[in-house]
T-cell receptor
Framework: GQNIDQPTEMTATEGAIVQINCTYQ??????LFWYQQHAGEAPTFLSY????GLEEKGRFSSFLSRSKGYSYLLLKELQMKDSASYLC?????????????FGKGTRLSVIA | DTGVSQDPRHKITKRGQNVTFRCDPI?????LYWYRQTLGQGPEFLTY????????KSRLLSDRFSAERPKGSFSTLEIQRTEQGDSAMYLC??????????????FGQGTRLTVV
């Protein structure tokens, strides 16, 4: 089975940098995704990691360490519109590989 | 293509009634997923189709739940004899297997079900 842990809530200041951590335990890791979800809206894709290291995409970066079962999402130059839930999800090949298994999400509040 | 669309967006039903939701995936996507999400939680996987074949069902999916994708395009999720515990957001997502396993799933806006 899988166990995915993220902090429940975080608060950060506009213009700052915030790091959202995710730890996971899977039988057969095969990729990690980060999604953003604004209240009442659909999750939208942010990033994908399958190999160790950092993936950068504009203000958002995601890091993966497979040996530690650990990922983080880094948001730079925070804007008020970044206030949302951030969902960590893993793909596990022992669970059929294809459906993503999501953590409970981290609710980020960006304050002025 | 306007993305994944779900209908209805909101549904209020009395306990014991049956409800059916529809999902239209992105047209070229052959994979379709149903998830359920309650407040403060991440989406929970319910079931998955590749083309018209239902390849996986979660243990969360009780006998009251059934899903179909008859022609490999749109899908329906039916809940029979609804219970208050079924109140949740039901999310549909689609993806393409042709781009490999790194391809993300695209989500619809969801159907919010309230059972009273």
């Amino acid at each position: 089975g899988q166990n995915i842990d993220q902090p429940t809530e975080m608060t950060a200041t506009e213009g700052a940098i915030v790091q959202i951590n995710c730890t996971y335990q899977t039988s057969g890791f095969n990729g990690l995704f980060w999604y953003q979800q604004h209240a009442g809206e659909a999750p939208t894709f942010l990033s994908y990691n399958v190999l160790d290291g950092l993936e950068e995409k504009g203000r958002f970066s995601s890091f993966l360490s497979r040996s530690k079962g650990y990922s983080y999402l880094l948001l730079k130059e925070l804007q008020m519109k970044d206030s949302a839930s951030y969902l960590c999800a893993v793909r596990d090949w022992t669970q059929g590989n294809t459906p993503l298994v999501f953590g409970k999400g981290t609710r980020l509040s960006v304050i002025a | 293509d306007t993305g994944v669309s779900q209908d209805p967006r909101h549904k209020i039903t009395k306990r014991g009634q049956n409800v059916t939701f529809r999902c239209d995936p992105i047209s070229e996507h052959n994979r379709l997923y149903w998830y359920r999400q309650t407040l403060g939680q991440g989406p929970e996987f319910l079931t998955y189709f590749q083309n018209e074949a239902q390849l996986e069902k979660s243990r969360l999916l009780s006998d009251r739940f059934s899903a179909e994708r008859p022609k490999g395009s749109f899908s329906t999720l039916e809940i029979q004899r609804t219970e208050q515990g079924d109140s949740a957001m039901y999310l549909c997502a689609s993806s393409s297997s042709l781009m490999g396993e790194s391809t993300e799933a695209f989500f619809g806006q969801g159907t919010r079900l309230t059972v009273v």
